[in-house]
C-alpha cells in the first residue's frame, strides 16, 4: 500500500523507470509522459481476471478504455510504435516486466 512515508520514494521509482524507457523508446516519449500520469493519479484498475485492465481517460471523466491480451481499445493504439499507446505503456509501468516486481505497490 502506498502511505505518505512511501509515496515520495514511489514518485521517484516511476520517474526512474520513465526515464529509462525514454531512452529505450525516444519516439513514446510524449506517451510514456501520459503513461506516468495516469499511473500516478490511480486511473488505472487491474480487472478481476489479473490479465486485463481499465484506463480511465484523462480528458472525459466518464471514459474508459480496455486492455485485454496486449491491445487497448483506445484509437491511438493502431498509430503508436509498436502498438505502444499510453493506456499500454500505463498497464506496463504499473505491472513491470514479466518476471520483475511491479512499480506500483499493491493497494490491498
Known amino acids: 500500500m502506498i ?3 512511501t509515496r515520495p520514494l514511489f514518485r521517484t521509482k516511476v520517474a526512474e523507470v520513465i526515464d529509462l524507457a525514454k531512452a529505450k523508446l525516444p519516439d513514446s516519449a510524449t506517451r510514456l509522459d ?3 500520469k495516469i499511473v500516478l493519479s490511480g486511473d488505472l484498475e487491474i480487472l478481476d481476471d489479473g490479465h486485463s485492465a481499465r484506463v480511465y481517460s484523462q480528458s472525459n471523466g466518464i471514459k474508459s478504455y480496455e486492455l485485454c491480451n496486449g491491445s487497448c481499445t483506445c484509437q491511438g493504439f493502431d498509430h503508436a510504435p509498436g ?3 499510453k493506456h499500454r505503456l500505463s498497464w ?3 505491472t513491470g516486466p ?3 516486481n511491479a512499480v506500483m505497490p499493491s493497494t490491498t
Request: glycine letters at 6%.
Open 83 to 85: 502498438n505502444l499507446c
Open 3 to 5: 502511505t505518505t512515508d
Open 98 to 100: 514479466p518476471g520483475a
Open 92 to 94: 506496463m509501468l504499473h
Open 34 to 36: 501520459a503513461a506516468m
